[in-house]
């Protein structure tokens, strides 16, 4: 079936870099996401990446792909306290929505 | 005017009540989806709405009816609800293009959520 595993909680200091890992189960999603949720808020598309691609970066962020190990990943460089959120891996289902992971509560201390 | 907006934000109601959640989309996508957020689960998808037809779900009770009457309103209506009802419901909204296995479908985008609360 399909399936989305990431850790529950990461907690980093202010300035450092955060790695929010992703294992997903369908090696034939087409592309990968990773959304973030504030307190009250809904889900903000973050980034996504492709299957046919390694790495994707957008100033901060740098998502890794391995699609052998089906291994997907998030860092945020410089982290800040307004980094603190849930962030959520999900990829493509067979029906065309997304299946999403638990997500990974980020708190960054200052 | 955001891209996804839900009403109520919040919503308080009682086991007998019937009550509707809304969600509208301004970004001209033809697909639209309900999602169920509990604590500690993964988020639940609940109803799809592609090229206007229902994917249906069967493991949604049919105390959730929803309604579609275009590509960019949808609602859930809630009737005779439970106490493990409660949770946050999230609409969705993405452009879908092609058919089955080989249709693209543009990443999500999300309201805030309507927080619904059953006692």
């Known amino acids: 079936g399909e399936d989305v595993e990431q850790s529950l909680f990461l907690s980093v200091r202010e300035g450092d870099s955060s790695v929010i890992n992703c294992t997903y189960t369908?090696?034939?999603?087409?592309?990968l996401y990773w959304y973030k949720q504030e307190p009250g808020a809904g889900l903000q598309l973050l980034t996504y990446i492709f299957s046919n691609m390694d790495m994707k970066q957008d100033q901060r962020l740098t998502v890794l792909l391995n699609k052998k190990d089906k291994h997907l990943s998030l860092r945020i460089a410089d982290t800040q306290t307004g980094d603190s959120a849930i962030y959520f891996c999900?990829?493509?289902?067979?029906?065309?929505?997304?299946?999403f992971g638990k997500g990974t509560k980020l708190s960054v201390k200052p | 005017e955001t891209g996804v907006t839900q009403t109520p934000r919040h919503l308080v109601m009682g086991m007998t009540n019937k009550k509707s959640l809304k969600c509208e989309q301004h970004?001209?996508?033809?697909?639209m989806y309900w999602y169920k957020q509990s604590a500690k689960k993964p988020l639940e998808l609940m109803f799809v709405?592609?090229?206007?037809?229902?994917?249906e779900n069967n493991s949604v009770p049919s105390r959730f009816s929803p309604e579609c009457p275009n590509s960019s309103h949808l609602f859930l209506h809630l009737h005779t609800l439970q106490p493990e009802d409660s949770a946050l419901y999230l609409c969705?909204?993405?452009?879908?293009?092609?058919?089955?296995?080989?249709?693209?479908?543009?990443?999500?985008?999300f309201g805030n959520g309507t927080r619904l609360t059953v006692t």
């Open positions: 369908d090696s034939s999603s087409t592309y």
């Open positions: 709405y592609s090229l206007e037809e229902r994917v």
């Open positions: 999900a990829e493509k289902g067979s029906q065309g929505n997304l299946i």
């Open positions: 970004l001209g996508h033809n697909a």
């Open positions: 969705a909204s993405s452009q879908v293009a092609g058919i089955g296995s080989s249709s693209y479908n543009s990443p999500l985008h």
